[in-house]
């Protein structure tokens, strides 16, 4: 890896620090950019070497390795497989997990009527389901952007790992566009446009929750969700979230989609736990920078 690291590095004009050099190899390592063709892997080197805000994000996210460790016992999608020694393991790793998710739901889900034995073996064929991460971009998260991004991309690691695909929804009020990464792959123009894109505005939790809904419905049922929300902790439709509507919606989600839900909130004192009911975790980013 850093031979190729430093063949594509010699043809740059411009020479790299020693943190360059370090920021660049946690990208390859956690985006997999080795399976980029030479021409892309060129393209985002040159753009990781032109963009500041994405060197910042490699360098938030190396000093955050102690608080994201700690979060791999806790959010679903970031699991002690990090500590594994190489790709090969890590990926038989999340094999025996998801082997192991399915033979559990077949047993739970196996029924005995008389001295017969009903057993579902089609859920044995079910997969991992998506990684969705609803990313608020507003006024107010102005300053954590850089923060939450970096938190994010060890994800396309976990997603590529277990064969998932990973969605990005940033919003304010409304969804203006979404990511999807297909099993944890990167598209450049996908990735270089999540890094760069920014919103302004009040952040509303109903709409991209209403999305992701949306998106949970189009993959296939059953299989379990992880969504990730990283917010500032105060959204103007909050009291909206404890609706019946909203409910039920919720509830669908979980029930029908497994999905589970957990919640990076910017600071903990602004976080209202019950206009955040449907989370199964919450963290608090403010814990982490201190």
């Known amino acids: ?75 679903p999608a970031i699991e002690q497989a990090e500590r594994l020694a190489n790709s090969h393991e890590q990926r038989l790793y999340y094999e025996r997990k998801c082997s192991e998710q399915r033979r559990q739901q077949l047993k739970q889900q196996t029924t005995k009527q008389d001295n017969v034995l009903y057993v579902p073996f089609q859920h044995t064929k079910k997969e991992c389901g998506p990684m969705i991460i609803c990313l608020e971009q507003t006024a107010g998260m102005a300053a954590y952007s850089e923060l939450c991004k970096s938190m994010i991309l060890p994800l396309f690691m976990h997603a590529h790992q277990e064969g998932r695909d990973l969605y990005i929804v940033p919003y304010n009020h409304q969804i203006h566009v979404h990511y999807r990464f297909e099993n944890g792959h990167v598209n450049i123009a996908d990735f270089q446009s999540f890094i760069n894109y920014k919103a302004s505005g009040e952040a509303a939790m109903l709409p991209v929750l209403q999305f992701v809904h949306a998106l949970l419905q189009e993959n296939q049922q059953d299989a379990e969700a992880d969504v990730i929300v990283f917010t500032e902790g105060t959204p103007i439709d909050g009291q909206q979230l404890m609706s019946e509507q909203a409910t039920a919606m919720l509830e669908d989600m979980t029930q029908k989609y497994h999905a589970e839900f957990s919640v990076v909130a910017m600071q903990e004192e602004h976080f209202n736990p019950q206009q955040f009911w449907f989370a199964h975790k919450a963290f608090f980013a403010d814990h982490a920078i201190q």
């Open 1 to 75: 890896m850093q031979d190729v690291i430093q063949a594509l590095i010699g043809k740059l004009d411009g020479d790299m620090t020693l943190e360059q050099r370090h920021y660049l190899r946690f990208l390859y390592d956690h985006l997999h950019l080795e399976e980029l063709n030479n021409r892309e892997q060129q393209y985002f080197i040159n753009y990781f070497f032109e963009s500041e805000s994405l060197q910042n994000m490699a360098a938030f996210a190396l000093e955050l390795a102690e608080s994201i460790q700690e979060m791999q016992e806790n959010i």
